[in-house]
């Protein structure tokens, strides 16, 4: 094929289960997966290790499941793996800010692994519409910081503002998360 296949055009081949799927989405989206799996792992083999477990776990969940954005689908593969690669780390690799927001997260989400009342598209579909209704900076600074791994420095460096700033912000947002969640009927 000529140029980049659209995501479209892959879907097809996962569907059809065409193992080009795999090679193709890997030309496409490495280099974006490789960036990623680096904010959160600070070794190259562990970054490499991720997102080829990124490409494999995606191989085995479409069909039944079918993304309409690819990258955003890899991209959540990829954080999940790369946490369980912190996890199992009992060294000096793992990155302290992972943690941190990690324990943070844990206070305002549940655990939907061991919540059987919610399903991963529920909670999806709460936290899209909570984000809606922040601010763009709040929304910002937050989805930089809990997403893509940006720490406290390097987000108060982008937006020009106090670190303090930063983390005020997000502590008020995981708050109003907590409370969004819980009015909606999800306890921790």
Known sequence: MNGIISDNELMKLYIARDVSASK???EKYSARLIRLASTFL???RDVEECVNDTFMKAWSSIPPQKPIDLFSFFARICRCTA?????RSKTEKRNAHIVEFTKEMEECIP???SKTELSDGKLETLMNDFLEN???DNRVIFVRHYWFGETISEIAEHFSFSESKVKTSLH???EKLKDYLFKKGVSL
């Open 172 to 174: 008020r947002t995981r």
């Open 24 to 26: 193709l989405s890997m």
């Open 83 to 87: 946490y369980d690669i912190i996890k």
């Open 42 to 44: 600070s070794d190259k």
């Open 111 to 113: 655990d939907i692994m």
């Open 134 to 136: 922040l601010s763009r």
